[in-house]
């Protein structure tokens, strides 16, 4: 935020917390069936008939369940076809998941355009309607991919001029500080935008418990190894405001995976991903079951993982990539489809399973790079390094793609998996020090990134790699610290533990080996498979 909008953001906040009040000042949505989104009031200037079902649909947009709330503000239309900030909730909705990496296009960028530009011709909005109307126009401006990054920053500065100009509106509020956390780069460790965006919703969250955007975008916020601790609270509240929104479920297992809480993540996504399929909104369910398969297979509970596995065909079979549904856009569930097999063979060191996955092209480049990526590591790690050669050079295929789509973020990400496979196949060929060399440079490009929203982590931590490559080389001291430093990143996991612990026993730290050991054994309590590590700690 720019230096002379910070005391005008603190007299807002003020205001809104003098208003007080709670759920007295806002609307609780249940419909005939039961239905409950949480707290929302959103004043407008439209026919008083449409108060209850335009707040009902910014309580869906809030909880990112855009194809419902596209029909709700439709709804509203029908009844008011002259309320103009209608035609603004929908182009919202059209622009879909924020925190969704990738360009913005196709027929549903087409649609929202076309929703942006029916806001500003309807009707007779008031100043303050047509403020959020002119922010959401930025999105639009043009539909060109390398000037998307420009795009969401018009926008968060029409949301901070909204802000301004209206001191009493907290729903302004609560939209800057989403399009605020939208701009944070990868890149920045120090968090600013997202620290930002925190200390505008911390304090209206503490006032307004049951709103589903406070703790929404709390989580989002604090999706970050350093951060995911502050979001706790929101996490553990965000599935009791909106228990009918699919993805108000799952989003508090973003903090849970954060900080390795396997079980809530599992229960999380078991409840979401039932919500999601009954509703058919095949993306969210995906991305559900891939943070739900990744939990088990953390705490070895490979049955159930497998059981999990087993169900994505069929539901992948529904993807289509041009629709509008929940928080989960379509790439997210391509990404699911790629992600769980690989995951299922790479976290149980099953290499040949890895090599011999299937090629499963998909419209979404960075999905598809991750089955090139397991396919090649396993094939270095069970012993034919030369198999790998045609999966290394299509994930650097893919990476100029993605880099000439301007989709800069995966395609460093593809170029990590790039660099990891190759850093497996020149060891798998005896050339220990490239390999090391290799995974080393992969790690350090990993850790100056983040994780995407759309996944609960790397199919395979490359520092993590650089630990077993490590043990390998007999080099169990650098192991240790490789170790290490996954843990600060992904806590709990098991192959970081499992591996920490075999790298102690190399060293001659039994003591610490057995640390290890212990915390495996804790979070495998409910382990439906018997891993060899799991013989040797309790052995």
Same mark, same amino acid.
């Given at each position: 935020?720019?230096?002379?909008?910070?005391?005008?953001?603190?007299?807002?906040?003020?205001?809104?917390?003098?208003?007080?009040?709670?759920?007295?000042?806002?609307?609780?949505?249940?419909?005939?069936?039961?239905?409950?989104?949480?707290?929302?009031?959103?004043?407008?200037?439209?026919?008083?008939?449409?108060?209850?079902?335009?707040?009902?649909?910014?309580?869906?947009?809030?909880?990112?369940?855009?194809?419902?709330?596209?029909?709700?503000?439709?709804?509203?239309?029908?009844?008011?076809?002259?309320?103009?900030?209608?035609?603004?909730?929908?182009?919202?909705?059209?622009?879909?998941?924020?925190?969704?990496?990738?360009?913005?296009?196709?027929?549903?960028?087409?649609?929202?355009?076309?929703?942006?530009?029916?806001?500003?011709?309807?009707?007779?909005?008031?100043?303050?309607?047509?403020?959020?109307?002119?922010?959401?126009?930025?999105?639009?401006?043009?539909?060109?991919?390398?000037?998307?990054?420009?795009?969401?920053?018009?926008?968060?500065?029409?949301?901070?001029?909204?802000?301004?100009?209206?001191?009493?509106?907290?729903?302004?509020?609560?939209?800057?500080?989403?399009?605020?956390?939208?701009?944070?780069?990868?890149?920045?460790?120090?968090?600013?935008?997202?620290?930002?965006?925190?200390?505008?919703?911390?304090?209206?969250?503490?006032?307004?418990?049951?709103?589903?955007?406070?703790?929404?975008?709390?989580?989002?916020?604090?999706?970050?190894?350093?951060?995911?601790?502050?979001?706790?609270?929101?996490?553990?509240?965000?599935?009791?405001?909106?228990?009918?929104?699919?993805?108000?479920?799952?989003?508090?297992?973003?903090?849970?995976?954060?900080?390795?809480?396997?079980?809530?993540?599992?229960?999380?996504?078991?409840?979401?991903?039932?919500?999601?399929?009954?509703?058919?909104?095949?993306?969210?369910?995906?991305?559900?079951?891939?943070?739900?398969?990744?939990?088990?297979?953390?705490?070895?509970?490979?049955?159930?993982?497998?059981?999990?596995?087993?169900?994505?065909?069929?539901?992948?079979?529904?993807?289509?990539?041009?629709?509008?549904?929940?928080?989960?856009?379509?790439?997210?569930?391509?990404?699911?489809?790629?992600?769980?097999?690989?995951?299922?063979?790479?976290?149980?060191?099953?290499?040949?399973?890895?090599?011999?996955?299937?090629?499963?092209?998909?419209?979404?480049?960075?999905?598809?790079?991750?089955?090139?990526?397991?396919? +090649?590591?396993?094939?270095?790690?069970? !012993?034919?390094? *030369? %198999? #790998?050669?045609?999966?290394?050079? $299509? /994930?650097? &295929?893919?990476?100029?793609?993605?880099?000439?789509?301007?989709?800069?973020?995966?395609?460093?990400?593809?170029?990590?998996?790039?660099?990891?496979?190759?850093?497996?196949?020149?060891?798998?060929?005896?050339?220990?020090?490239?390999?090391?060399?290799?995974?080393?440079?992969?790690?350090?490009?990993?850790?100056?990134?983040?994780?995407?929203?759309?996944?609960?982590?790397?199919?395979?931590?490359?520092?993590?790699?650089?630990?077993?490559?490590?043990?390998?080389?007999?080099?169990?001291?650098?192991?240790?610290?490789?170790?290490?430093?996954?843990?600060?990143?992904?806590?709990?996991?098991?192959?970081?533990?499992?591996?920490? +612990?075999?790298?102690?026993?190399?060293? !001659?730290?039994? *003591? %610490? #080996?057995?640390?290890?050991?212990? $915390? /495996?054994? &804790?979070?495998?309590?409910?382990?439906?498979?018997?891993?060899?590590?799991?013989?040797?700690?309790?052995?």
């Amino acid at each position: 935020m720019r230096r002379e909008n910070v005391t005008i953001l603190s007299t807002v906040l003020v205001i809104l917390l003098a208003a007080g009040g709670g759920r007295a000042q806002q609307h609780d949505h249940h419909g005939g069936s039961g239905e409950t989104l949480g707290s929302v009031t959103f004043e407008t200037s439209c026919r008083p008939e449409t108060r209850s079902g335009f707040n009902r649909a910014v309580a869906l947009l809030h909880s990112f369940e855009f194809r419902d709330a596209i029909a709700g503000f439709d709804q509203v239309l029908g009844t008011d076809p002259a309320c103009a900030i209608a035609h603004w909730g929908r182009a919202l909705a059209f622009w879909g998941n924020p925190f969704a990496p990738g360009v913005k296009g196709g027929s549903v960028a087409e649609s929202g355009r076309a929703a942006s530009g029916s806001a500003g011709t309807t009707g007779a909005p008031t100043p303050r309607e047509r403020g959020y109307i002119e922010a959401v126009t930025e999105l639009y401006r043009n539909l060109d991919p390398g000037t998307q990054p420009e795009r969401v920053l018009a926008y968060a500065r029409g949301m901070e001029r909204v802000v301004r100009d209206n001191p009493g509106d907290m729903e302004a509020t609560i939209f800057y500080a989403l399009a605020v956390t939208q701009t944070a780069l990868p890149t920045d460790k120090t968090y600013a935008r997202q620290l930002e965006a925190v200390s505008l919703l911390d304090p209206l969250f503490a006032a307004h418990p049951d709103h589903p955007g406070l703790a929404h975008y709390i989580i989002h916020a604090c999706d970050h190894p350093p951060l995911a601790g502050r979001a706790l609270a929101a996490a553990r509240q965000y599935a009791r405001i909106a228990p009918s929104a699919s993805h108000a479920l799952h989003m508090p297992s973003h903090t849970f995976t954060r900080l390795g809480l396997w079980e809530e993540t599992i229960d999380s996504n078991a409840a979401s991903a039932d919500v999601a399929e009954k509703a058919g909104i095949h993306g969210e369910v995906l991305h559900a079951m891939d943070y739900e398969m990744y939990a088990f297979l953390q705490t070895a509970q490979d049955a159930a993982a497998r059981r999990v596995l087993e169900r994505m065909p069929a539901i992948a079979l529904h993807l289509r990539p041009d629709v509008v549904g929940g928080a989960a856009p379509p790439a997210a569930g391509y990404y699911a489809r790629a992600a769980m097999p690989a995951r299922f063979a790479l976290e149980r060191g099953d290499w040949n399973a890895a090599a011999a996955l299937p090629v499963s092209p998909s419209p979404t480049p960075y999905a598809d790079a991750i089955t090139h990526f397991a396919r +090649a590591v396993g094939a270095a790690r069970s !012993g034919s390094p *030369a %198999a #790998a050669a045609p999966d290394v050079r $299509r /994930l650097a &295929e893919l990476r100029n793609a993605l880099a000439r789509s301007d989709e800069p973020y995966w395609s460093a990400q593809v170029d990590i998996q790039r660099q990891a496979a190759e850093g497996w196949v020149a060891f798998a060929s005896g050339r220990h020090d490239e390999g090391i060399d290799r995974l080393r440079a992969a790690a350090a490009a990993e850790e100056a990134s983040d994780k995407a929203a759309v996944t609960p982590g790397p199919v395979a931590p490359a520092r993590e790699m650089l630990g077993e490559m490590l043990l390998e080389a007999g080099r169990p001291i650098d192991a240790l610290a490789a170790f290490a430093a996954t843990r600060e990143r992904e806590p709990n996991r098991y192959k970081g533990l499992a591996g920490a +612990a075999r790298a102690g026993r190399a060293a !001659g730290d039994e *003591a %610490a #080996a057995r640390g290890f050991e212990k $915390r /495996l054994l &804790e979070i495998c309590q409910r382990a439906d498979t018997e891993r060899p590590e799991l013989r040797l700690a309790r052995r």
